[in-house]
């Protein structure tokens, strides 16, 4: 199948087309790996920057700039539609996101309120403005899936071992379901604001799905996240990437949830991804992100693996294969290392 030269290369590998090059991007990409990235956010809060359309588009860009990545992903956080429906929560540095009254009961839950659509205005202005600066290069949008969303919420913070939230699903299996059923609401309504601003594709994070039994997934997790997935995809036709840590027992079922890309942790190779996934989609991984500390050498070799296991993949039933990380740019990383290695896999 060919492409037109209109498509954005990440676009055309996701949906089965051919791209003149392997597309690469990298989660994490506009972020505290860069010197430019630290200055512009030097006297600025992280929410406060989510909500500022010319911070926005300048730090999405910066990677584009710096690395020629086929991709820029909005830069934004998963508690972004949180935040502007009226939850109650700030991101600490050093902690991540923390709720200021944790919700555990089904009165809470009740008393959720939804996102209306202005309230993530400035987030469409950006995508406007990113667009205009993008050339052929594609923009990602994205959102925290519902049950990532609820850990949050449910934890009042980041956690080790979500033990409240287990408890709630399994203990009070109605409320969990209309927990994860409003955020389901909450992520839809952002997600469609991106798609309706003019993203060519989505991210669904479930950062932390891996954290589950495959049982507790497809029970508590897998319907909500294919409504979030069928909507979006029902609003426009544009790819949609599914990735969680961790996830690798999970991949089958990650597969069935309607993403047309299936993102892959570094712990297990693309070609093995691709039989736990099954036939008819795109895989997106996986090199590990410590490895960018490594020397050189040391990093073209395992790049190059990656690619030979991505080829395998594709010729036993992938559509396609986009190279990214197999979680986010750790802050510490060399920037230069992330630009020798777009260029490598440009070239092969």
């Known amino acids: 199948m060919s492409t037109e030269s209109t498509v954005p290369a990440l676009v055309a590998a996701a949906t089965g087309g051919r791209p003149d090059r392997r597309p690469v991007w990298f989660m994490r990409q506009a972020g505290r790996s860069l010197p430019e990235y630290r200055e512009i956010r030097a006297d600025r809060g992280m929410l406060e920057?989510?909500?500022?359309?010319?911070?926005?588009?300048?730090?999405?860009?910066?990677?584009?700039?710096?690395?020629?990545?086929?991709?820029?992903?909005?830069?934004?956080?998963?508690?972004?539609?949180?935040?502007?429906?009226g939850i109650d929560l700030d991101i600490v540095a050093g902690t991540g996101p923390v709720i200021a009254d944790p919700i555990r009961t089904k009165e809470q839950v009740a008393a959720l309120p939804r996102l209306q659509p202005d309230a993530v205005g400035a987030i469409a202005n950006a995508i406007g403005q990113i667009r205009e600066q993008l050339g052929d290069k594609a923009l990602i949008g994205f959102a925290g899936a519902p049950f990532t969303l609820a850990s949050y919420l449910v934890e009042g913070g980041p956690s080790r071992n979500y033990e409240r939230t287990k408890a709630l699903m399994h203990a009070d299996p109605q409320t969990w379901h209309q927990l994860v059923g409003t955020l389901a609401d909450i992520t839809i309504a952002f997600l469609k604001v991106q798609v309706e601003a003019g993203v060519h594709a989505v991210q669904l994070f479930d950062s932390w799905a891996g954290a589950l039994s495959l049982a507790d997934y497809r029970e508590f997790?897998?319907?909500?996240?294919?409504?979030?997935?069928?909507?979006?995809?029902?609003?426009?036709?544009?790819?949609?990437?599914?990735?969680?840590?961790?996830?690798?027992?999970?991949?089958?079922?990650?597969?069935?949830?309607?993403?047309?890309?299936?993102?892959?942790?570094?712990?297990?190779?693309?070609?093995?991804?691709?039989?736990?996934?099954?036939?008819?989609?795109?895989?997106?991984g996986n090199l590990?992100?410590?490895?960018l500390s490594a020397p050189w050498p040391v990093i073209e070799e395992q790049v190059r693996r990656i690619v030979?296991?991505?080829?395998?993949?594709?010729?036993?039933?992938?559509?396609?294969?986009?190279?990214?990380?197999?979680?986010?740019?750790?802050?510490?990383?060399?920037?230069d290392v992330l630009t020798r290695i777009v260029g490598l896999v440009h070239q092969l």
């Open 49 to 85: 920057a989510c909500f500022d359309a010319e911070l926005v588009c300048e730090i999405t860009m910066q990677p584009v700039r710096r690395h020629d990545v086929d991709a820029a992903i909005l830069f934004s956080d998963i508690v972004v539609p949180l935040k502007a429906a």
């Open 308 to 335: 030979d296991e991505a080829d395998r993949a594709v010729a036993a039933g992938a559509t396609g294969h986009i190279f990214n990380l197999g979680h986010g740019v750790l802050p510490a990383t060399d920037p």
């Open 288 to 291: 590990d992100p410590s490895i």
């Open 221 to 284: 997790v897998a319907p909500h996240s294919a409504r979030v997935l069928t909507e979006v995809r029902e609003a426009k036709a544009v790819p949609r990437i599914h990735f969680g840590v961790g996830t690798g027992e999970l991949l089958g079922a990650m597969g069935e949830v309607g993403a047309d890309v299936v993102g892959v942790d570094w712990r297990i190779p693309l070609d093995v991804a691709q039989r736990r996934v099954g036939a008819g989609k795109a895989l997106q």
